[in-house]
């Protein structure tokens, strides 16, 4: 059957994939007696897109970069670089136009970052943790510089700010008052059909159109990296850029433009971070949301579709946390936990993995054995679950992987 | 060799004075004078009393910056540094103060509690590349976040003191219980005295300084005169020569990732020294620091010190611009970034040189005897 999927065409397949979670997440939903309801009510859906989003974008930025073959670990600087400049020209311009401001202070992150390891040769990971060092040292001086003298602002935080407009799909969700099909349909209370309505109508009401332009990025990239002149360049710069350079293509160009659009997509990530989460700029608000882009990349495989399911499956534990206060909903979180790693235990067996069937199982089994000789979960693990889960995934899946070629070397024009 | 060490300082002189006229122009934009701004920190930061503050500050940076270097010798980064030392110092603390021993025992208990838990926290992350091939950078930054909003968070309240007010009446505060005076390391006041008029009322020279000293010492000796630094060294500048050479490059990721760790641990300890406790307010960032220490100085023992130095002095002389107003103090934040950019920088553009240099004199050798 598995194979069946993988010979699906990509939305049929990645349908496929979403329909099995969703599944599992009702099953889990069945056992748990509907206290549990909040695993795939629509404003779970609808907070966890949000959050998906600063780490979809922080991956591709992400993706641009080690495509042209620059690792880019100053994702995180770049994107807090955007959360400034976007409250800045959000409380300024307005914000759409904090956007636009926040992806150009993340594109001067990531011109820095392309002098100190194109134009210079650095190495990517030193020169990536500067930036991480630079870019929360350069907020605070911008930020007592400028924030201090308006009303409301101060060292650490900016004034608020407005958020973009949102968009409800008619018919659908109920936008412009149209009748709302999903809605009928989650209320019908029907297993799975139920929760996929609900989870949809989640994703399609009140959606800022921050997101919207964000999650359209996911088809841009693939079509500028894989179907245009300019995209089969950059790839050349992160598989072999000394065969590019024979056949005349100007390497260093297209890594510094790589980068820097690596750059704009982190700050667009910062700026809807500010803009569309918090509604301010916050000192350390990225909470690391640019690291768990990176992972992002490396589980989504270097590809854009890979990137949008990883930055999904990191976001939703975090939109797990909120409206959950009685723990119940992660706690049910650990049986959907136990299922996912059971199911790696059968994928590993079938690939003969032995080593990551054992894992697997030891880890399933535990995550099962909490559940059920518990109520509930203590807040800690509520919020340290994001990055166990990224962890946990990387322990399986980092091996399977394969990145650019050249990815990290230093690249000197004429030289092997 | 008065000309290589002439190349060796121009790459962070010339760093230095980049970002100092860099932050410059930032000042002047923001409207004020730097000539003023630079003489109040330099004016202040001749005082014998700020400059204690500036080695009780440098003391766990340059602990924090070997701690990363150890890393960075052999291309293994341990971004981890924050999430080990603040983890090893909670627990230190715990330990430390349900025990009661003689002086030197109690110090000496609560840093090797210290030292286990920065080495088995680092070490897992070392486990999970040698094993899993896991990347370092992800899976130490993940531990970090686990560490900081997980674990912490949830100690902290695990081992809070009872109550907030002890039997004499002194409010507590919050944190974990306080550690005996004898499992305190004492102030080395008296020994900097030997040199200098009588310190201030209030300030103390942290007793970690001599810790520091010992951790750096070790460093270079472990570095430059064992098996296990050669390995390092090597691994790290050709690891597939090193390979070839037979180390053990699994057990090198392994060994030096929980020995970052190690050293990680100690990092807490002249703040443990000085609150006598663990409480939330504990210093933090000093991880990333000294990363930032750590790449100033070249991973050099040396060379961390005068950058620990170096950061400390402006994290610490900064504070007189509050007071004169004469700039806004997060310039110096700006100023650090930009040391630490340009020095990056300025370090591979003299590699660079260097080796071309020595490729031409090798060739004017080699043609010379071929002339004769």
Redesign the interface.
Known sequence: MIDRIRRLPAYARWATYATIGILILTLVQELGQNQTSHLTATSTAQTALKWSIPILLAGLGGLFAERAGIINIGLEGMMILGTWFGAWGAFNYGPYWGIVIGAIGGAIGGLIHAIATVGFGVDHIISGVAINILGPFAARFLSSEVFTGYQGGSVTQSPRVENVDKFTMPFLAGGYETPNFLKWLGDKEIPLLSDIGNILRGILTQTSWATIIALLLVPISAYVLWKTRFGLRVRISGEDPWAGESQGVNIYRYKFVAVMISGAFAGFGGAFISIEMSSIYQEGGTTGRGFIGLAALIFGNWRPGGILAAALLFGYPYALQFGDFDGFASHALLLVNAIALFGVVIWALRNDKRTDAAIAFVLGSLSAVWYFVSDTVPDWWVKILPYVIVIVVLIFFAQRLRMPAANGQIYRRGQT | MLRRIGLALAAPTAAVLFATIASSI?LVI?GSNPITAYGDMFEYGSRLEIQVDILNRATPLYISGVAAAIGFRMNL?N?GVEGQYRLAAIVAAYVGASVSLPAFFHIALILIVAMLVGGAYAGVAGV?KVS????E???T??????AI???I??LVREWQAGGTVDATGANLGIGTEPIDESGLIPNINSWLELFTREIGKGKELTGVLLVAVAVGVLYHIVLNRTRFGFDLRATGINPFAARAGGVNDKRMVLGAMVLSGVVAGLVGMAEIAKLGRFNPNFVGNLG??G??VA?LGRNHPGGIAIGALLFAFLDTASGVLQVTGSA????V??M???I??AA??AY??VQ?YRIREEARMASTLLAGEAEE
């Open positions: 930032f923001a980064f971004i999970l899993r091939g896991v990347n950078v992800i899976s930054i993940m531990l970090n976040a686990i909003s997980g674990l968070a949830w990333f620091a990363i930032a790449l806004s103090r997060e310039i934040f700006i650090q970034g930009i630490l950019l990056v920088i591979e553009v660079r």
